[in-house]
């Protein structure tokens, strides 16, 4: 498994309030990982950070083998793609014009190519967003928004997925569906890494979850072993009660 992200010792600060404590984890093509906590964690602070959107106050990023600093600009977002955790609803753009906002690290002087269409129609079918593309972007629901954002990720075609609460405003069967396209996508070979706090989802989809508490990675457990050792979800609640499947997969039931 070739690695694809690398962080070391990632620590960040807000004023005197420190969120991310010497946080270090490596993950690889064909993982998709959780990555979980509660309220004020640090999950969406270190997607930024992943993404290079921020900066690690300690600590490094290394993309591909090679830290955020050795990559341009359009490089580094020819290989991350982020779907941050909150976008403005008012954006005047249609919702097949965001989608190909997607495209932009791959495109010649922004002119879009045949086959930069051809991705942004496949982004929008897989997500079931097609049939919106004329329709402006701030006339959608939530949910509808949502799946929008989502095809300008894949269309981005990068190798790694970085995605804070994909599954926001998404009925039941989108949630599924979402999560059911990421884990396709890591099959296919990329590195997905979703904040959600979702935990069977989580469970049912992901390969591995990585619980951040206190600013720090508590635990890194590959979801297939979840149900060995619960403690973990003690730092969610004390109303969490670790079972199982009919088909004997880990699945959290609530008291």
């Known amino acids: 498994m070739s690695r694809l992200l690398e962080v070391e010792s990632v620590s960040f600060s807000y004023g005197s309030r420190p969120v991310l ?11 998709f990982l959780a990555l979980l906590g509660i309220n004020g964690a640090g999950k969406s602070t270190l997607l930024d950070i992943v993404s290079g959107f921020r900066k690690p106050q300690a600590g490094s990023v290394s993309v591909g083998g090679r830290t955020q600093r050795q990559w341009r600009l359009r490089e ?8 941050p955790q909150a976008i403005h609803a008012d954006l005047p753009f249609t919702a097949e014009q965001l989608v190909a906002m997607g495209r932009y ?15 942004i129609r496949a982004a929008m079918e897989r997500t079931s967003c097609w049939m919106h593309r004329h329709r402006s972007f701030r006339s959608l629901s939530g949910g509808e928004r949502q799946r929008v954002l989502l095809a300008a990720c ?5 190798s790694t997925l970085l995605l804070d609460e994909p599954s926001t405003f998404l009925d039941i ?7 059911s396209v990421l884990q396709s996508e890591a099959r296919q070979g990329k590195l997905c890494v979703a904040a959600t706090h979702d935990l069977n989802l989580a469970l049912t989809y992901c390969t591995r979850i990585v619980v951040l508490a206190d600013g720090a990675v508590a635990y ?20 969490l009660n670790m079972g199982t499947t009919p088909a004997g997969a880990p699945w959290v039931w609530y008291q």
Do not use: M, Y
């Open 173 to 179: 069967e989108q949630q599924l569906h979402c999560f």
């Open 21 to 31: 404590d010497s946080v270090s984890f490596c993950a690889g093509e064909g993982e």
């Open 76 to 83: 580094i977002a020819q290989q991350v793609s982020h779907l």
């Open 105 to 119: 690290p791959h495109t010649d002087r922004w002119f879009e190519s045949d086959e930069d269409h051809k991705c």
């Open 220 to 239: 890194d457990i590959h979801t297939a072993e979840a149900h060995e050792n619960s403690e973990w979800l003690a730092l969610f609640s004390k109303r």
């Open 154 to 158: 894949l269309a981005q075609d990068a």
